[in-house]
T-cell receptor
């Protein structure tokens, strides 16, 4: 079955420190991977995607993600966290190739303290 | 350009009633997807439409239905509401089904009492 897992419910980081939000996936065929961010009482905002090509993908707001095929992971990273990065982060994968529906992980709450 | 617009933003309904939620995608986007978000279950996929055709459907009972119009606007309907249907319903649009990222609306908060 196609699935995506975010093993951490919450990640706490001090402002200025690097952050990593973890994501692993299980799909048949090539994975189409996405990261979204959700601020309180808002819809989700697209951050970045991996379809093919370079394993390091750069996205919005200084975020990047590293695709690792052997570990079936797609971790979200940022070199220096901001308090304003505090939000709920979702990893997602297209199930069944490019035409399948988008399956989301449970989400990871990122808290950045000053 | 205008984003994805969902109406209404908030809704309170009584158990047993039915409700219709509306979604206007970004101009030019032909794919519309619906998700239910709850604290316990997270984001659950409801259905995806492209050019007025349902392309994918999630594991929800038949009380949940949707449609897409020729102008790409979409509606979802929930009949015979249950308390467990209380959730944030999110609509997302994309250019086409496939490798494009979604743009989400702010959602409709449905409360069933």
């Amino acid at each position: 079955a196609q699935s995506v897992a975010q093993p951490e419910d919450q990640v706490n980081v001090a402002e200025g420190n690097p952050l990593t939000v973890k994501c692993t996936y299980s799909v048949s065929g090539n994975p189409y991977l996405f990261w979204y961010v959700q601020y309180p009482n808002r819809g989700l905002q697209f951050l970045l995607k991996y379809i093919t090509g370079d394993n390091l993908v750069k996205g919005s707001y200084g975020f990047e993600a590293e695709f690792n095929k052997s570990q079936t992971s797609f971790h979200l990273k940022k070199p220096s966290a901001l308090v304003s990065d505090s939000a709920l982060y979702f990893c997602a994968v297209r199930a069944g190739g490019s035409q399948g529906n988008l399956i989301f992980g449970k989400g990871t709450k990122l808290s950045v303290k000053p | 350009k205008a984003g994805v617009t969902q109406t209404p933003r908030y809704l309170i309904k009584t158990r047993g009633q039915q409700v219709t939620l509306s979604c206007s995608p970004i101009s030019g986007h032909r794919s519309v997807s619906w998700y239910q978000q709850t604290p316990g279950q997270g984001l659950q996929f409801l259905f995806e439409y492209f050019s007025e055709t349902q392309r994918n459907k999630g594991n929800f009972p038949g009380r949940f239905s949707g449609r897409q119009f020729s102008n790409s606007r979409s509606e979802m309907n929930v009949s015979t509401l249950e308390l467990g249907d209380s959730a944030l319903y999110l609509c997302a649009s994309s250019l086409e089904v496939g490798v494009y990222g979604y743009t989400f609306g702010s959602g409709t908060r449905l409360t069933v009492v």
